[in-house]
């Protein structure tokens, strides 16, 4: 028996172009006085990241693949093939690197591999949406002599930040003071590099601020007028907005605004044409604002949702929607006088005709720092299985 486990040495979240690092951990674990102790072997073992694609059939027609000669090597199980007994296309696939070969483990011993991968800068985020999915996985297969291969797949969630593969790093090594000790840290310098970069960009889009003043109305007149200082967001931010009522000629009775993505299939994969848009709500706010001159909203984006991009097959755009419910009268309550002259009440009335109106406000939502998303991933940055 061989404990393999593989671990993500900064959590299980990316940026697409980062270098993702895993180390495996091969153990036997029998004790060396336990009476069935005994040396295992391994023939080989080996590591590759894919991306899965999956899509409704409901939704979306896809073309027929041609990867029949890959179904035929996934039924071999002396194969290594990264995503046998998978749903769905495997639509990137970077090239399998080698671990080792003959690993022999005594009882007690432990053996680790590092094993280093850059992320494909041009790949699609991961994304489980209404009518298709992107998932990656790092897959690392291993066998016996004359056994079937064993694999052990670890999940991880990958952003994607567009303008990182138009960046062209300043080639000044050369002239840069250098430590001939430190050679093989080029690779993680570089990396890091990349996340101050993304880092960088994400600040500069977000952090601009100005006034964006619309005013909102219907048929019958002005209602109200709505105030928000930027339209770019990063995941985990909080969308924040004001109301005003009090300019508005008609009476505001409740209003409502959803954080929402739009989930759309290129009209070539559509299923049927003209098939609607799938709509998901991340965050809502509703208020009854009668008699209400400002009000304001705040919703935060979830860390755990995708931002927004678009495939050959599938978009994703964010949006707040916007629900307000009018007055059709003048007035919207009714004074009774109590039985003493001082003695006021107020109360609503029982009846009153009301109008609805709803509008939308595009947004968009960028990646944020990995390692911050990591905290909230579903994903876990260990996983391991027994052979």
Known sequence: MIEVLAKLGRGPVFLAGEVLECVITFTNPLSASSTSASSEMLAWASAQIHCQFHASENRVVLPPSNGSKHDVQAENETVFVPNRGERGQCILSTPPKILFCDLRLDPGESKSYSYCETLPIDGPPSFRGQSVKYVYKLTIGCQRVNSPIKLLRVPFRVLVLHGLQDYQFPQDEAVAPSNPFLEAEEGLKKDSRLADLATELLMVATSRRSLHLYNIS??????????????????????????????????????????????????????????????????????????????????????????????????????????????????????????????????????????????????????????LASYVSQFSSTNSITI
Request: contains cysteine; hydrophobic residues 35%.
């Open 218 to 371: 219907n048929t019958r007149g002005k209602v109200g007028t709505f105030c928000i200082f930027k339209t770019v967001y990063k995941i985990g931010e909080d969308v924040i907005g004001t109301f005003s009522f009090s300019e508005g000629d008609i009476p505001c009775l409740q209003f409502s605004v959803s954080l929402q993505t739009e989930e759309s299939i290129q009209e070539e994969f559509q299923r049927r044409r003209g098939q609607p848009v799938s709509f998901s709500t991340h965050a809502r706010h509703q208020e009854a604002c009668l008699h209400t001159a400002q009000s304001s909203f705040s919703l935060p984006i979830p860390l755990s949702s995708t931002p927004g991009f678009t495939t050959n097959i599938v978009s994703l755009k964010w949006r707040l929607h916007f629900e307000f419910v009018t007055s059709g009268e003048s007035a919207g309550s009714c004074l009774v006088r109590g039985s003493q002259s001082e003695a006021i009440t107020w109360t609503g009335v029982e009846q009153m005709e009301v109008d609805t109106f709803s509008w939308d406000l595009p947004i968009k939502v960028l990646p944020t720092n990995p390692i």
